[in-house]
C-alpha cells in the first residue's frame, strides 16, 4: 500500500484548499482512511485526527474542525480529499491520510501506512 499526499502550499487566511491522497495498491473504499496533522515542533505522538471515512461513505470530523474540513472520495480515480475551507493561522500543519485498521465510536483505530504529508501554510 502506498498513499501519496499533495496539494499544500501557502493560502491566506479564508482561503480554501483542497488536498489530495493518491492510493496504490488499496482501493479507495474498501477501508476506514482518515486525515491527520501535525504541528511544527509536535512529536508523532501528538498527531491530531481530522476525520475519517467509512467504507459506507461516512464521515466523521473532530469536534474543532466540523464545518470547514470535508473529507470526500475520487473512485475513479482512487484518491481521498480533504477540502479546508475558510483557512485559520492555527490549520498551518503536515497533513497526512491513513488506513485505519478500524473506525469506531468516532476514532479511527491503529492507524497505518502513513504517507510522507503535505504541508499547508497560512499567511495572514
Known amino acids: 500500500v502506498q498513499l501519496v499526499e499533495s496539494g499544500g502550499g501557502t493560502v491566506q487566511v479564508g482561503g480554501s484548499l483542497r488536498l489530495s491522497c493518491a492510493a496504490s495498491?488499496?482501493?479507495?473504499?474498501?477501508?476506514?482512511m482518515a486525515w491527520f496533522r501535525q504541528n511544527s515542533g509536535h512529536s508523532v505522538e501528538e498527531r491530531e485526527r481530522?476525520?475519517?471515512?467509512?467504507?459506507?461513505?461516512?464521515?466523521r470530523y473532530a469536534r474543532s474542525m466540523e464545518g470547514r474540513f470535508t473529507i470526500s472520495p475520487d473512485n475513479a480515480r482512487n484518491t481521498l480529499y480533504l477540502l479546508i475551507s475558510n483557512l485559520r493561522p492555527e490549520d498551518a500543519s503536515m497533513y497526512y491520510c491513513?488506513?485505519?485498521?478500524?473506525?469506531?465510536?468516532?476514532?479511527?483505530?491503529?492507524?497505518?501506512?502513513w504517507g510522507q504529508g503535505t504541508q499547508v501554510n497560512v499567511s495572514s
Open positions: 491513513v488506513l485505519c485498521t478500524f473506525c469506531y465510536a468516532g476514532n479511527c483505530y491503529s492507524p497505518h501506512d
Open positions: 481530522v476525520g475519517f471515512i467509512t467504507t459506507d461513505g461516512t464521515t
Open positions: 495498491g488499496f482501493t479507495i473504499g474498501s477501508g476506514c
